[in-house]
């Protein structure tokens, strides 16, 4: 392994076994994130603790069958441990998606196959690997935000409560899996999915509301800071929500328009918290918010309500 001369590590190219790699993101703790020139692999190099904490939990979502990037090699050299791992594509589903409706006014139903083969194949896997195991409500309060939101719409705290406490009973018999937390077009390539930075063990069915509800989180008001550069169509969700609806585990099928209000609920306390450094994003979401807590807490459907927002 080289390094520039005259370059703090990690630099900006790194040459291993005579390939260079251009930096891509310069992470935490001096790691780094490498592409070659052909763009079909990634380096990720670093301290060895960490690359060896990062390898080991790849290596659980490969053999858990999550359509992750396959390892091409791994190694240490001059004090730093690396892997190397081919590419699942060059553009996020994001860009592909708002291309297609610059273009044609829609995201095409074959771009939209693409994503849901992803999302199904993440849901698959975790309908295998799934546990039925007793909850861990606090972990799970921290990671979808139920706490900061009682923080931050202290008005709402009674109500917030009252419907985690709903949400909570309502999931306690669903089988717990390993979740990627932010499974939306962003991370979400064509063959195969990326950045687990936000995993969690979480309830099944989680990711795959994510991944269908997401762009309804968006504004269509362009003032905002971060707005919808795309819709979807009513027929569009429905599809969508059939290929999620069944999944196969070890304890029978689980039917996700079954859990979609409770989770959908879930996935809305984690949209709406921690956005003040976008305050006109935030007080948008705080109004979306309020709607479904409210809604939820009447037994109303959320499934419907947002099943509305398609057009």
């Not at 979808?144 to 406490?165: K, N």
């Not at 669903?174 to 077009?185: A, I, K, V």
């Not at 795959?208 to 362009?222: E, G």
Request: a negative charge; one cysteine or more; glycine letters at 8%.
């Amino acid at each position: 392994m080289e390094f520039p001369k005259n370059q703090e590590f990690p630099g900006s190219n790194v040459i291993i076994d005579g390939i260079q790699y251009s930096l891509v993101l310069k992470r935490m703790r001096g790691a780094g994130i490498y592409v070659n020139a052909n763009k079909d692999r990634y380096l990720r190099i670093g301290d060895p603790a960490m690359v060896a904490k990062e390898l080991g939990f790849h290596r659980r979502l490969l053999s858990a069958g999550f359509p992750v990037a396959e390892i091409v090699s791994d190694g240490t050299s001059d004090g730093m441990a690396y892997w190397i791992e081919e590419s699942l594509g060059d553009e996020h589903m994001t860009g592909r998606f708002r291309k297609d409706f610059e273009r044609i006014g829609s995201v095409s139903d074959e771009l939209l196959e693409t994503f849901i083969r992803q999302v199904v194949g993440v849901s698959d896997a975790q309908a295998r690997s799934c546990e039925m195991r007793p909850y861990d409500f606090d972990r799970l309060a921290v990671a979808v935000g139920e706490d900061g939101m009682e923080e931050e719409l202290p008005d709402l705290r009674e109500d917030i409560r009252a419907a985690w406490d709903k949400a909570t009973a309502r999931i306690a018999d669903l089988p717990e899996c390993l979740t990627h937390g932010d499974l939306t077009t962003h991370n979400v390539m064509e063959r195969g999915v990326i950045d687990f930075g936000d995993h969690f063990e979480g309830p099944l069915g989680y990711d795959a509301v994510t991944a269908i509800t997401a762009i309804t989180w968006f504004p269509n008001d362009r003032s905002c800071e971060f707005f919808k550069t795309y819709d979807l169509s009513r027929e569009q969700f429905d599809r969508f929500l059939e290929r999620c609806d069944a999944m196969e585990t070890p304890y029978g099928t689980f039917r996700l328009r079954d859990r979609f209000d409770d989770l959908y609920f879930l996935k809305a306390l984690w949209w709406s918290v921690r956005n003040h450094h976008n305050p006109k994003l935030q007080a948008w979401r705080y109004g979306k918010f309020r709607e479904i807590l409210r809604a939820y807490l009447a037994g109303e459907s959320l499934l419907l309500a947002c099943r509305k927002e398609f057009e």
